[in-house]
């Protein structure tokens, strides 16, 4: 499976834009850039997914470098309830996640 | 929809107990996994399973079995409950195999 890396944590303030980075040098040509966050004592939720091109839903925007080696999950603007550990993971085809150790975001208000 | 429900949401084993951690989905899912998260740790994946009568192995399958005998049901069981196998445990279901995963509320199991 191939691996990323995130940094262990980051800070923000309240109502400013969050970039998270993650690193996937050895990703596949077939995997899935997969990003998703889990609150204090909950499940994991999915936060969003791009193949080559970038992606934006209502929670996030995710940019996806050229050669595909590294991402970025954007928050437009952090809250409170933003605050988790966001994980960025490669899926193969299959759906298989294999979770990392994740980013902790903190945020300030 | 209920979405991904998971019981029982605790449970305290002895040593060498067995029992079933239930797992369901009303979505339709073909995809289905069991993870596990041991404290301060990302999740593992124990048993996936791509549709009915079809399982496999994950990275810690050791001490676990699964079956998925209809789309909407896959219990976990616990053959004979060892300490190292106190984690919360998720499961997650999935209507394809790239989109997004989506996660029960978890089963926070401690063997003593």
């Known amino acids: 499976d191939a691996k990323t890396t995130q940094p262990n944590s980051m800070e923000s303030n309240e109502e400013e834009p969050v970039h998270l980075p993650c690193n996937h040098s050895t990703i596949s040509g077939t995997d899935y850039i997969h990003w998703y966050r889990q609150l204090p004592s909950q499940g994991p939720e999915y936060v969003i997914h791009?193949?080559?091109s970038n992606v934006n839903n209502r929670m996030a925007s995710l940019a996806i470098a050229e050669d595909r080696k590294s991402s970025t999950l954007i928050l437009h603007r952090a809250t409170l309830r933003d605050a988790a550990v966001y994980y960025c993971?490669?899926?193969?085809?299959?759906?298989?996640?294999?979770f990392g150790a994740g980013t902790i975001l903190r945020v300030k208000s | 929809n209920a979405g991904v429900t998971q019981t029982p949401k605790f449970q305290v084993l002895k040593t060498g107990q067995s029992m079933t951690l239930q797992c369901a989905q009303d979505?339709?899912?073909?995809?289905m996994s069991w993870y596990r998260q041991d404290p301060g740790m990302g999740l593992r994946l124990i048993h996936y399973s791509v549709g009915a009568g079809i399982t496999d192995q994950g990275e810690v399958p050791n001490g676990y079995n699964v079956s998925r005998s209809t789309t909407e049901d896959f219990p976990l069981r616990l053959l004979s409950a060892a300490p190292s196998q106190t984690s919360v445990y998720f499961c997650?279901?999935?209507?394809?195999?790239?989109?997004?995963?989506?996660f029960g509320p978890g089963t926070r199991l401690t063997v003593t």
């Open positions: 993971i490669l899926m193969e085809y299959g759906n298989k996640l294999v």
């Open positions: 791009g193949l080559t």
């Open positions: 997650a279901s999935s209507p394809s195999p790239i989109y997004e995963q989506y």
């Open positions: 979505m339709n899912h073909e995809y």
